[in-house]
């Protein structure tokens, strides 16, 4: 018996909307076809419900785009099952993708009783329809936001979207979600974190209670030098007290042995330090720097593919901005 997730609870929005989609892009005719594609994509997206059954299968349509070649094919356009128990989110099974359209059974033969669980939607796909299957003569339920606590946006790049977690609960927003009990609303945009004018406006709209800008990685050192007054303003103009933590890139592992790329994250990471010290300078309050030195790690094995953390560099990155953000968020 299958369930549209459409009559669920959706978790994740920056804004309430009838689709599976991250930002209501009709609404920004400006962004790029890009930044457009990107905000349908299910990152952060968590469906909440509640069901007794000892099976539960989905049935899920993404698009036709080929999966990435530094991704899983879960994390990419498959689904992530966490359960309750004794108070903590569980791993308790994941919806492998082969097609357009899947149907898996994603965990079986479990004790009775009713669960409270949460389905993490596709890092990298936009989810056309999705519904939730239990065994015949058993309920379920929309269930209730567990992240009421407060709402974060983390505004940044593919690393903040997920790329190359193994499933979609493994990034580190939403990982820092079921650590905090925060609604960390997950705008990171593959490659396109350019901090470009439309987008900070847009991003500054939203009304949460902290704003995180982890977009470094993806703007030139130049870009970094013009672009990240405006966005912390803009923030700060609608959010007089809300903290704006700045979060530096990622050192780039390809860079261990290739200069050109060290040197240029080393541009990027000057150029936001000083963006940071001049915005103080001039008054800023409740801004504040997480540096990107120590985020994945000192052995260089934190990462797929040289720049997108894996299971191991996104623990890491939990274990630096978990304790620099939650004083802030108290």
Not at 6 to 27: C, E, V, W, Y
Not at 82 to 105: H, L, T
Not at 140 to 162: E, L, M
Request: hydrophobic share 40%; proline share 5%.
């Amino acid at each position: 018996m299958y369930t549209d997730a459409a009559s669920m609870k959706l978790i994740g929005q920056a804004f309430p909307l009838k689709s599976f989609h991250r930002i209501d892009t009709n609404a920004h005719r400006n962004f790029s076809a890009g930044i457009k594609r990107l905000l349908t994509n299910g990152a952060g997206l968590v469906i909440s419900f509640k069901t007794n059954s000892p099976r539960i299968a989905a049935k899920w349509c993404v698009s036709s785009s080929k999966p990435h070649n530094n991704m899983t094919p879960i994390v990419d356009k498959g689904l992530d099952l966490y359960i309750k128990r004794n108070g903590k989110w569980e791993f308790a099974g994941v919806g492998r993708p082969n097609a357009v359209c899947n149907e898996f059974v994603m965990v079986k033969d479990m004790e009775k009783g009713e669960k409270e669980c949460l389905l993490y939607l596709p890092t990298y796909d936009e989810v056309k329809s999705l519904s939730i299957g239990i065994d015949s003569g058993c309920k379920i339920a929309s269930g209730n936001d567990p992240f009421t606590k407060k709402k974060v946006v983390i505004y940044g790049s593919s690393v903040t979207q997920g790329a190359s977690a193994s499933r979609p609960g493994m990034a580190y927003p939403a990982r820092l979600s079921r650590d905090m009990g925060i609604n960390f609303v997950n705008l990171g945009l593959s490659g396109s974190g350019k901090m470009e004018k439309e987008v900070a406006d847009m991003v500054a709209s939203i009304q949460a209670d902290a704003f995180i800008l982890d977009c470094f990685a993806n703007p030139s050192p130049e870009q970094i030098a013009k672009r990240t007054a405006y966005i912390v303003k803009a923030i700060r103009a609608k959010h007089p007290n809300a903290p704006i933590i700045m979060i530096q890139s990622v050192f780039r592992e390809t860079g261990n042995f290739d200069l050109t790329v060290r040197k240029f994250v080393e541009r990027q990471n000057a150029n936001t330090l000083t963006e940071y010290q001049k915005l103080l300078k001039e008054g800023v309050k409740h801004l504040y720097l997480i540096p990107g030195d120590n985020l994945l790690g000192k052995d260089h094995e934190g990462t797929t593919d040289g720049t997108h953390p894996n299971d191991i560099g996104f623990d890491r990155m939990l274990q630096v901005i978990k304790p620099a953000i939650s004083p802030l968020l108290n």
